[in-house]
Nanobody
Framework: VQLQASGGGLVQAGGSLRLTCAAD????????MGWYRRPPGKQRELVAR???????DYADAVKARFTISRDNVENTISLQMNSLKPEDTAVYYC??????????????WGQGTQVTVSS
């Protein structure tokens, strides 16, 4: 399983970016999928999560600004980020919960994409 994240970049405060995470398998095999971020000097934190139903939940810091979506035809999840703030600067990772070759629950991760918001 491979997850490929894209869409990061440099944007001014107040701007928008759209991140996309493409899986090389059908995402029907996954449970929850989500976006996480690691700000400079900090630990990785949850940004947004989407279930197969789908239902969503967001970190308080991004509610009303970010929207996560899931496309089971294109096998992607996306994160629309609006009204970006300098504190959104981080490496963003997509993740998915599934099972490995022996049936054990495991988390799969993409490679990360840098988002930098200038003030």
């Amino acid at each position: 399983v491979q997850l490929q994240a894209s869409g990061g970049g440099l944007v001014q405060a107040g701007g928008s970016l759209r991140l996309t995470c493409a899986a090389d398998v059908t995402i029907d095999i996954f449970g929850d999928m989500g976006w996480y971020r690691r700000p400079p000097g900090k630990q990785r934190e949850l940004v947004a999560r989407i279930t197969p139903i789908p239902t969503t939940d967001y970190a308080d810091a991004v509610k009303a600004r970010f929207t996560i979506s899931r496309d089971n035809v294109e096998n992607t999840i996306s994160l629309q980020m609006n009204s970006l703030k300098p504190e959104d600067t981080a490496v963003y990772y997509c993740g998915a919960r599934g099972v490995d070759d022996v049936g054990a629950t495991t988390d799969f991760w993409g490679q990360g994409t840098q988002v930098t918001v200038s003030s």
